[in-house]
């Protein structure tokens, strides 16, 4: 009988994590239906049912727990023989990456000096993955995460990447249109706020409207922190910001600035793979952007 092709077990890899067919496909860039013929093929060759199909989505049987064990360790052999493959330098070290990082620290800190990294290693493929949630490296979603809060269990080793800042703002010409703020509880009376979706939340670290003062709640609502940004340089209301997106728009007028709340970043990694050479490279220069950032992630 012919031998599985790596494909299938790629195939395979991408639904055991991802739970269901339909998102693996939408990962691996290919349709459903071709995920499905992979997955039956490789079944067939191997006699057996990977997969119990439920209404959440595709659940491991035992023959697929046993066999995603194998494959992640056929694709840490992989990773190992990419990186090494080019020699000893950092230059050669090749395979992809993928990050998942909160929309706000991707596009504000990470994504504009990108550029350096990728000069450094251009055999790496990266997968900048800034979105409303984030990617689990304990499930192998991702080679590294920076996520809000600690990780409470799971096969991961996770450190804090720094605490940030942020702050209330508006635009001048919302301010000049507006009854006059003296305290915090003026913001209740006649004051659009903007802020996140409540049942949209993907972490609890994200309701800050309560710290400022008990009781607020945003009336001009998105998912997106850069979406809220522009809400409230548009003039649409006052809303919370990181510091590192707030004071780096001059036009944009702290509100309350000795309110600050303070928030955290937690590097997130994998055990098993956390000391492959793309990790640490990566991990290196990562923790010495955020030390060069500090003072925008951390302003007095």
Request: hydrophobic residues 45%.
């Amino acid at each position: 009988m012919q031998p599985p092709d790596w494909s299938d077990f790629q195939t395979f890899l991408a639904i055991a994590r991802a739970g269901q067919l339909a998102r693996a496909a939408q990962a691996m860039g290919v349709d459903a239906t071709t995920m499905g013929r992979r997955l039956r093929r490789l079944e067939t060759r191997i006699g057996a049912n990977l997969f119990e199909q439920t209404r959440e989505g595709q659940v491991l049987t035992e023959a697929g727990e046993a066999m995603l064990v194998e494959v992640e360790a056929m694709e840490r052999a992989a990773s190992r023989i990419a990186e090494h493959g080019g020699g000893g330098d950092k230059g050669s070290v090749a395979g992809l990456l993928r990050v998942s990082l909160s929309e706000g620290f991707a596009s504000w800190i990470v994504a504009p000096a990108l550029a350096g990294f990728t000069a450094a290693h251009p055999r790496l493929v990266i997968d900048l993955v800034a979105s409303s949630g984030f990617l689990s490296p304990s499930k192998r979603e991702a080679d590294l995460a920076v996520t809000l809060s600690r990780p409470r269990a799971g096969p991961v080793i996770a450190g804090k990447l720094s605490d940030y800042h942020l702050r209330l703002y508006a635009a001048p010409g919302y301010l000049a249109g507006h009854a006059a703020l003296r305290r915090a509880g003026d913001l209740a009376r006649g004051h659009a706020l903007v802020g996140y979706i409540p049942d949209l939340l993907y972490a609890p670290e994200l309701r800050y409207l309560a710290e400022i003062e008990p009781g607020l709640a945003a009336t001009v609502r998105s998912s997106s922190i850069n979406a809220q940004y522009r809400l409230i340089a548009s003039g649409a209301g006052i809303g919370v910001l990181p510091c590192f997106i707030g004071d780096a728009d001059p036009k944009l007028v702290p509100v309350f600035p000795e309110r600050r709340i303070t928030r955290s970043f937690w590097l997130v990694m994998h055990k098993d793979t956390h000391a492959l050479a793309r990790v640490q490279v990566f991990k290196t220069w990562l923790t010495a952007l955020v030390e060069r950032e500090r003072s925008r992630l951390l302003p007095h």
